[in-house]
Structures are given as structure tokens and as C-alpha cells.
């Protein structure tokens, strides 16, 4: 019997959706094994969209991933000017999944924030790597959620080479987790490996740049808002949500030198404490040899304490485009198989 697809808008064509448009061809064989296929019915970048009722084929998908940034609209069939409510519109009643991959902003959190109301208002599952609505709105969007029967795959959105989401949202169920606390931004993390290796922190700074670790423009991950949206999305799926604006937020600035010249290793970490309802990000001293102090690269770790005191410690992949986008196709996935 022909599988019936799950079908899918893409919203944003950069690093990760053109990630997970390679390994829906990639893995369109493993995904058959497990009872899943998956069609595109449209991709949307800041330019405009491609959209198609009955699927994007194969080779189309394929010849797309050549086309340079802001050309989805230029290809054959494409619509310049459509935008992702647009196609959410012209998709009504075809889409099951909307996946938001357009920047995380974490001023107001748009237009990501408008995307997945609609998804939600429409009756459409979310799958998202943004981190925006889910940091400053989680609690409303959750709700709406719920009240629809809708999925909010988030898998994506904190350490997404590793199901430290799914562990937090299943494997604790009926249990009491009392503190989350790590290091979950692998910029950070890598910066300040270089400065205990002796370079200062403008020479680690243009190091990580130089070694692809940073952005040309890093004011996100050093003034914290990255970690800080990440811990605010777990205090969300811990059920007591701490928007990234309550989050208490110490940038890695140059002044991070005096610690790092003290005895302890340092490491930017990111902690919620669930019973007090309370956040932050902070540059830490840790204790020599322990796992947080062995990080390196692009490796996360967090330690989770619950019920009294119990302590697992996770570590794992942080963010790339491959494991993000394999989080992403995780959670479509998981929508197509309860479909
Ligand atoms: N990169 C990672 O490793 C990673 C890891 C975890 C989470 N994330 C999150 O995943 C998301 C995507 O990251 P990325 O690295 O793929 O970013 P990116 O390379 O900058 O791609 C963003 C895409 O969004 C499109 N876009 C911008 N505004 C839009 C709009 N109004 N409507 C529709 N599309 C719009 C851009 O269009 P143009 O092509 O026209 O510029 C581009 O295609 C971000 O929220 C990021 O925080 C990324």
C-alpha cells in the first residue's frame, strides 16, 4: 500500500532548511522503513516561494539547493513576493507541518512569531529550530497548541544533536526536575577553550570567526542571547515557562580575562532553577577534570538534577546545520508516523 506523505512548508532556505530538503532526499529510504514519506508543498525565503498542492518533485528539490540565497522565487513556477502566511493561505487544507527556519530574533520574535500563530490558528503541526516564539511566547503557543491537538516539535531549538528535549519532555514525566544547568553554546564554549590556551579574548574571538564557530557578527552568542533563549525554552517544556527576557544575562566580554587567570576552568553556563522560577547565563569558574570543564568543539553538556537530588549528566552535539536539520526531520517524522 502507497504511504501517505506528510506534507510539509519550509519556511527559510538557508543553512538548515536546505540541510533538511537534502536529507528528505537523502533519507527518503530509511524514513519508507519506519512507515514515512515526506512531500514539500512549498519553500519560502525572504524573497518569495515556490509552492505546489500536489508536491515539490525530487529533481526540482534537488535543482533548488544550487539556486543562490533569495532565489526561490526565481525558479521556474516560483512566486516572488509570496511569503510564508501567503503560502499558509494558499496551502489550506493540503499542509499538515509548517518548519520555521527563518532567523531567531529575540526582539519580538517576528516574523517567526506570526507564522507558527497562523500554523496553529489553521490546524498545521510546527516543527521549528527558531528559537524567538518559543523563548518569549512559549506558555501561548503551547496552549493554542494543545487546545488544537497540534505537535510543537522543539527538538531542533537546544542542543539539537542530542534529545535532550525529549529526554526533558518524556523521560522526566511525572517526575520533579528541580535544576538544569550546563554549558549549551558551543561560540562561547569555543572562545573560551582558546583564552585557556593562552590567547586573549580579541584574539579568541577572531579565532572562532576565522575556524567558522562564530558569526561575523557574534552579539548574540556573546551577549547571551542564544544560551539565554535555550534555557528559556527548557524552563517552558519543564512546564514553568521564564521568558528570555527574565532571564538574568552576563555577556562574555573581555572582562571574562581576570577569570579565566584564576585557577578554575571557565565555562559559560546557562542555569535554571525550576522551584525558585529563576535563570541566567553567566560566565562560571567549574571544577578542573570535571565533564563541563572537558568540553571542547562543538560539544554541549548539561547536568539535570531531580527528585531530591538525582543526577544525570548529557552531552552531545550542540547546533550545525546536519543536526539541526536531522532534529527537524525527527520531529516531522514523528508527526507523519501519529498521523
Ligand atoms: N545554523 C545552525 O546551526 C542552527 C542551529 C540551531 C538552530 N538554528 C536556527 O535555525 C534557524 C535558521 O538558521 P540558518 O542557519 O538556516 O539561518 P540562515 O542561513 O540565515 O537562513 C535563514 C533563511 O530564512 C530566510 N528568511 C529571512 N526572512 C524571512 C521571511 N520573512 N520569510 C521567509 N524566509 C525568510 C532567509 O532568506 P534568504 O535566503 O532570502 O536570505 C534564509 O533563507 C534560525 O532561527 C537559527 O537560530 C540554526
Redesign the pocket.
Known amino acids: 500500500m502507497a504511504l501517505k506523505p506528510v506534507r510539509v512548508l519550509i519556511?527559510?532556505?538557508?543553512?538548515?532548511?536546505r540541510e533538511l530538503v537534502r536529507l528528505i532526499t537523502e533519507y527518503r529510504e530509511v524514513l519508507a522503513r519506519q512507515g514515512v514519506r515526506i512531500s514539500v508543498v512549498g519553500i519560502?525565503?525572504?524573497?518569495g516561494a515556490l509552492v505546489s498542492r500536489q508536491g515539490i518533485p525530487e529533481e526540482t528539490l534537488l535543482q533548488l539547493l544550487e539556486v543562490p540565497?533569495?532565489g526561490v522565487s526565481t525558479f521556474k513556477d516560483g512566486r516572488p513576493g509570496l511569503?510564508?502566511l501567503g503560502a499558509l493561505d494558499e496551502l489550506e487544507g493540503v499542509l499538515d507541518v509548517l518548519v520555521e527556519?527563518?532567523?531567531?530574533n529575540y526582539r519580538d520574535a517576528e516574523?517567526a512569531l506570526s507564522h507558527v500563530k497562523r500554523a496553529l490558528d489553521v490546524g498545521v503541526h510546527v516543527v521549528s529550530?527558531?528559537?524567538g516564539p518559543f523563548a518569549l511566547k512559549y506558555q501561548e503557543l503551547a496552549s493554542a497548541a494543545e487546545r488544537r491537538g497540534l505537535y510543537l516539535g522543539l527538538k531542533?531549538?537546544v542542543m539539537?544533536g542530542t534529545p535532550l528535549i525529549d529526554l526533558l519532555r518524556y523521560g522526566y514525566t511525572g517526575r520533579s526536575v528541580e535544576l538544569v544547568y550546563g554549558v549549551l553554546n558551543s561560540t562561547t564554549n569555543y572562545i573560551l577553550n582558546l583564552m585557556h590556551g593562552g590567547l586573549s579574548f580579541p584574539e579568541a574571538l577572531a579565532k572562532a570567526q576565522e575556524d567558522g564557530y562564530a558569526e561575523p557578527d557574534p552579539s548574540l552568542d556573546l551577549e547571551g542571547w542564544d544560551p539565554a533563549a535555550k534555557i528559556s525554552i527548557l524552563s517552558g517544556v519543564l512546564g514553568r515557562h521564564i521568558p528570555v527576557h527574565q532571564v538574568t544575562r552576563v555577556p562574555l566580554s573581555p572582562a571574562v580575562q581576570e577569570l579565566v587567570e584564576a585557577e578554575w576552568p571557565v565555562r559559560y553556563i546557562a542555569r535554571l532553577d525550576v522551584e525558585r522560577g529563576a535563570a541566567s547565563v553567566r560566565p562560571e569558574p567549574v571544577e578542573p577534570g570535571s565533564p563541563l570543564a572537558r568540553l571542547q568543539g562543538a560539544r554541549n553538556g548539561v547536568h539535570i538534577v531531580s527528585d531530591g537530588g538525582k543526577i544525570i549528566y548529557l552531552e552531545g552535539t550542540g547546533?550545525?546545520?546536519r543536526p539541526?536539520a536531522l532534529a527537524l526531520l525527527s520531529d516531522v517524522a514523528l508527526i507523519a508516523r501519529a498521523l
Open positions: 519556511s527559510g532556505f538557508g543553512n538548515v532548511g519560502v525565503d525572504s524573497r540565497r533569495g511569503t510564508t527556519v527563518t532567523p531567531s516574523p529550530a527558531n528559537k531542533a531549538t539539537a547546533g550545525g546545520p539541526t
